[in-house]
């Protein structure tokens, strides 16, 4: 079964660090780029970071860019996102998100999500 | 940045009958090879989001095809055929040309 399984997560203090972690299964994983999405409470989606396939293109988007460092490891199927100097406003779901192979952006196949809460 | 606009933002739909989205771009989606790149996101109550449509037009693998996509540069439209309980949620238009490219707002539908 094609899947992405996220751990991580938890309630952390502004200012604080935290890892997220996406692994993945049932597909080539070093043929796919990855993304990581997220979902403040009751808000839309916000596409904060990409990563093609090889590492060698990363995009930030400009609420995280300096603070967040994504990264892969192709051996262990793996997708991460080190999230530092976090603030109230990262509170949010986060999801590692396929990218589908072909043009452009299509994200076919989402993790479960993971919780992180930045609060004093 | 190219902005993404939806509308109606809350759709009320009785099962068996059509409905339909609308999702405007801020620029032309269309690139000189045909593609326009459009895609649509439901994400039902309690759950991770799920594509819907890719290109504008293509069904992702597994989607109904009660379900259909259409429209052209900065006007697009979402169409479900005949709306089933399980169509329930909020669906995202989200442009695929730029990385890092914006969602629309969320339509939530739901069962009048």
């Known amino acids: 079964e094609v899947q992405l399984v996220q751990s991580g997560g938890g309630l952390v203090q502004p200012g604080g660090s935290l890892r997220l972690s996406c692994a993945a299964s049932g597909f080539t994983f070093s043929d796919y780029s990855m993304n990581w999405v997220r979902q403040a409470p009751g808000k839309g989606l916000e596409w904060v970071s990409y990563i093609s396939s090889s590492s060698t293109t990363i995009y930030y988007a400009d609420s995280v860019k300096g603070r967040f460092t994504v990264s892969r490891d192709t051996a262990k199927s793996s997708l991460y996102v080190q999230m530092n100097s976090l603030r109230v406003e990262d509170t949010a779901v986060y999801y590692c998100?396929?990218?589908?192979?072909?043009?452009?952006?299509?994200?076919?196949?989402w993790g479960q999500g993971t919780m992180v809460t930045v609060s004093s | 940045d190219i902005v993404m606009t939806q509308s109606p933002l809350s759709l009320p739909v009785t099962p068996g009958e059509p409905a339909s989205i609308s999702c405007r771009s801020s620029q032309s989606l269309l690139k000189s090879y045909g593609y326009n790149f459009l895609n649509w996101y439901l994400q039902k109550p309690g759950q991770s989001p799920q594509l819907l449509i890719y290109l504008g037009s293509n069904r992702a693998s597994g989607v109904p095809d009660r379900f259909s996509g259409s429209g052209s540069g900065t006007y697009f439209t979402l169409k479900i055929s005949r709306v089933e309980a399980e169509d329930v949620g909020v669906y995202y238009c989200?442009?695929?040309?730029?990385?890092?490219?914006?969602f629309g707002q969320g339509t939530k539908v739901e069962i009048k």
């Open positions: 998100a396929r990218d589908r192979r072909g043009p452009g952006h299509a994200f076919d196949i």
């Open positions: 989200m442009q695929a040309l730029q990385p890092l490219g914006a």
